[in-house]
């Protein structure tokens, strides 16, 4: 297939020059971007806008590395294929990364680990991880052995934080949030379940607190009774 379009390419360049005077560059000036792919977090309008730059220039002389440049640039964008469609065609093959969760103020983390900068933060159902600037692969790493301690309850993460002096803590989209300190946060963690699962689990809203730093129990601050 590409012999044949490299072929195809020449007998172009061949007719082209008995038809005027103008440069190679001017009869294959890249005149449409052709964008594929499954886009669920950006659109078409957007990547047409920010892959503009390939726009008016020859496919002739544009290399294929160079044009993927510009299309990994874009935020949404994990990886790509990049084709020539003679005379005037940039074809793009775009594959989003995929969004696994909301990352400090206006980032988010893929499922592939890497933190993007959207222009635009999308309104999705995703868990909030929080933590110092480069510590999102260590959140990152404790959301999901905690995800995978959570499994058999009912509770899910709406927000987790790793505060700056190496504390966690949790709070569930119930509402409820749950300290867990620095140290044994997966044992605290089970402690803090069995407590839930026996005695907190119908009372969610009288509760004020919930602290699972102690060694052999978890602290729970109730509401005053009226």
Same mark, same amino acid.
């Given at each position: 297939m590409r012999?044949?379009?490299?072929?195809?390419a020449i007998l172009l360049i061949v007719v082209a020059s008995f038809q005027g005077e103008d440069s190679p560059d001017t009869w294959f000036a890249i005149e449409k971007i052709d964008i594929q792919g499954n886009l669920q977090n950006t659109t078409q309008v957007e990547l047409q806008r920010e892959?503009?730059?390939?726009?008016?220039?020859?496919?002739?002389?544009?290399?294929?590395?160079e044009a993927l440049a510009v299309v990994l640039s874009s935020p949404w964008v994990e990886k790509a294929e990049v084709r020539k469609v003679w005379p005037n065609t940039l074809q793009v093959i775009v594959h989003e990364?995929?969004?696994?969760a909301y990352w400090r103020d206006g980032?988010?983390?893929?499922?592939?680990?890497?933190?993007?900068?959207?222009r635009v933060l999308p309104d999705l159902p995703l868990p909030i991880l929080y933590g110092p600037v480069d510590s999102s692969d260590v959140?990152?790493?404790?959301?999901?052995?905690? #995800?995978?301690? @959570? %499994?058999?309850?009912?509770? *899910?993460?709406?927000? =987790?934080?790793?505060?700056? $002096?190496?504390?966690w803590q949790i709070v569930? #989209?119930?509402? @409820? %949030?749950?300290?867990?300190? *620095?140290?044994?946060? =997966?044992?605290?963690?089970? $402690?803090f379940i069995a407590v839930y699962k026996s005695d907190l689990?119908?009372?969610?809203?009288?509760?004020?607190?919930?602290?699972?730093?102690?060694?052999?129990?978890v602290a729970v601050g109730w509401k005053k009774k009226n």
């Open positions: 012999l044949a379009a490299f072929i195809g892959f503009s730059s390939l726009l008016g220039q020859s496919l002739l002389g544009l290399s294929v590395k990364y995929v969004p696994l980032q988010i983390i893929s499922a592939s680990a890497v933190v993007i900068s959207p959140v990152l790493e404790q959301f999901g052995l905690i #995800s995978q301690v @959570l %499994a058999s309850t009912s509770l *899910r993460i709406a927000r =987790l934080t790793l505060e700056p $002096r190496g504390a569930f #989209s119930n509402g @409820l %949030a749950v300290k867990l300190g *620095r140290d044994d946060i =997966l044992e605290r963690l089970q $402690r689990s119908g009372r969610i809203e009288q509760i004020t607190s919930v602290d699972a730093r102690y060694p052999h129990g």
